[in-house]
């Protein structure tokens, strides 16, 4: 093959490469394929390279700006406790429990369908109501039970690992003519 077909050939894979995404085709040659498919592994690391040494010519220059593309990734913080002003605070979530127990269920006669389908709304709206306070790297759990009143007990436990230092919960309970609702929403700090 002439050397100037050659080169053509090559900037022809090359235009594909940029335009196509790698796929395997039955009908070509295996060898092609493969070609096309490392070149398209070595686009995709020029184009990492690319970003890396962005990265490393702005932070050495000592901007404080990054590229739009490492905009997004931020570094580890390794805060191990939270600050003293963004601790899971347990009156709050009870407030705001309290608040949504009562909002869905004062006058609500017990039926067992629709305290099932009530059930993750009133879920929702109180983990909604919790993250507008404010609680940065806790992950919320939020449990809700809705039983009827019939002269019975009701026992329920949960086990979970714990940080007594930083893990926090806060429940509720909503008694109405027929009713009973218990909700916990747990703060668990994460690092």
């Known amino acids: 093959m002439p050397v100037s077909e050659v080169s053509s050939r090559r ?4 235009a594909d490469v940029q335009n196509k995404p790698a796929t395997l085709n ?3 040659p295996v060898a092609r394929q493969i070609r096309t498919l490392s070149a398209t592994s070595k ?5 990492r390279r690319k970003s890396m ?3 490393s010519r702005s932070h050495q220059a000592g901007q404080t700006e990054l590229p739009h593309q490492l905009a997004a990734k931020i ?3 390794y805060k191990l406790r939270p600050d003293a002003d963004k601790r899971f605070r347990c009156n709050d979530v009870k407030d705001a429990i309290d608040r949504v127990l009562e909002s869905h269920l004062k006058e609500l006669p017990y039926d067992p ?3 099932k389908s009530l059930l993750p709304c009133i879920a929702d709206e109180i983990k909604d109501k919790v993250k507008v306070l404010g ?3 806790f992950k919320l759990v939020c449990v809700v039970t809705i039983g009827q009143l019939n002269n019975q007990g009701v026992r329920v436990a949960s086990r979970c690992l714990w940080d007594v230092e930083t893990d926090r919960v806060a429940s ?3 008694c109405g003519n027929d009713l009973f609702a218990t909700a916990a929403v747990f703060g668990i700090y994460r690092e």
């Open 11 to 14: 900037s022809s894979v090359a």
């Open 26 to 28: 039955i009908q070509e």
């Open 43 to 47: 686009a995709n690391a020029a184009t």
């Open 53 to 55: 040494s962005l990265y």
């Open 75 to 77: 570094a580890n913080t």
């Open 113 to 115: 369908e629709k305290c």
């Open 135 to 137: 609680f940065e790297r």
């Open 172 to 174: 509720s309970s909503f």
